[in-house]
C-alpha cells in the first residue's frame, strides 16, 4: 500500500528492492525444521505489503531464482579437474560455481571434493582435452573490505548450498541486544517484519548491491534514512525462524544474493 505509493518516483528502485523482497518473502528463514511449513503454507497470513511486493515481483524475478529449495546436481571433482573447466563443461558461471561452494582459492579444491552446480540435471564427465576457447575470466573476484562486520561472532552458518538447499546469507552468532551495524552506507529500502526473517532491515548501497539484516531483536532506522558505514541500525535478537540470537547477513547484487565472506574483510 505505502509501499508502492513510495516507489513511483524512482523508478529504478523497482528494479533493485522488489527482487530483494520477493527473494526474501521466499526465504524461510535460518532453522532447519521449519522449512517446509511456510514455503506453501498459509499465504493469508502474510502481512498486505509482502502479498503486494510477491505479486509485483514475480515478472522482475531473475531467471532460476529457486531460493528455497536449490536445483542442480553435485559434481565430485576428479584429479586434475580445475574448477574452470568443470564449469565450462556445465556451462555455468564460475564465480557464481565459487560462490555457492564458498571456494575462494582456485588452488585448493582437493580432488574428491563434491560441488554443487546450479541448474545441471545430471551429472558430466569432464574431458580434459576439450577445448573451450579463452572466452570467460579464470579467476575468481574477491571484494574484501568492500563491506564491514555488521557485528562481530562466531559464523554459525554459512553461505552455499547444503542438503540442496539454499542459504542465501552467513549467521552470525551474537548476544542479543548487541549493536547491527550497516555494512556499508546507503539507504533503508526496508525495515519491518518478514515471515522467516523477524525484524528486518534492508540497504541499498550506491552500486546495485544491497544488504539484509535479519532476525533482529529491533532496528532503530525507517525506509528512506540514510546511513552512514557502521551506523547502528539496530539489535541483534531472534525474531522470525531463528532457533536463537543471531543475525542474518546477506550481500545482494541486483537482488541476487552473493557470498557475504567474498566482501568481508
Ligand atoms: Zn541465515
Redesign the pocket.
Known sequence: MGQKAGNENDPMRKWVIFPVLLAIVAHT??GKSTIRSSSSGSPKKAPTSHTLSTKRTSSYAPKGSGWKRARGVYHRVKPGETLWRICKTYGVDMQEVAEINDISDLSKIPAGRRIFIPGAKRVLKVDPKRVFGSKGRKKISLQKGKFLWPVRGEIS?RFGVRDKRM?????IRASKGRSVRAAQAGRVTYAGSLRGYGKIVVIQHADDYSTVY??LGRFSVKRGHSVKKGAVIGRVGDSGNASGP?L?FEVRLRGRPRNPMFYLP
Not at 542459504?167 to 549467521?171: E, L, V, W, Y
Open positions: 528463514g535460518c552458518s542459504h542465501n546469507g552467513i549467521d535479519a532476525h543471531h542474518h
